[in-house]
Nanobody
Framework: QVTLVESGGGLVQAGGSLTLSCTAS????????MGWYRQTPKKQRELVSS???????NYVDSEKGRFTLSRDNAKNTVSLQMNSLKPEDTAVYYC??????????????WGQGTQVTVSS
């Protein structure tokens, strides 16, 4: 069984910063990729950023230069540093991981979601 635990959401003023962290635990053989998605009541869940096991990162254009995703392979953790936050960044942010477990089954896992609210 694999679990993703998120932390770091909250309320911040426009222009401020937040860091979201996500740790994977359980019967993990390999984490193929990890990342963050976000969702609002008016929009479908969308990719924010992801990082492969080799450290290759992917960002949505609107976040390039403002968000930085990093990964600690030893701790099975990814952290999303979000700077210059805008009200339109307000959403529930979900951690996602593509994981091969100890029985060599590969699957997609999700965290419970953490709220980020940016006030104007």
């Amino acid at each position: 069984q694999v679990t993703l635990v998120e932390s770091g959401g909250g309320l911040v003023q426009a222009g401020g910063s937040l860091t979201l962290s996500c740790t994977a635990s359980g019967t993990i053989f390999r984490i193929n990729s990890m990342g963050w998605y976000r969702q609002t009541p008016k929009k479908q869940r969308e990719l924010v950023s992801s990082i492969t096991s080799g450290g290759v990162t992917n960002y949505v254009d609107s976040e390039k230069g403002r968000f930085t995703l990093s990964r600690d392979n030893a701790k099975n953790t990814v952290s999303l540093q979000m700077n210059s936050l805008k009200p339109e960044d307000t959403a529930v942010y979900y951690c996602n991981a593509d994981i091969t477990d100890s029985w060599y089954r590969r699957d997609d896992y999700w965290g419970q979601g953490t709220q980020v609210t940016v006030s104007s």
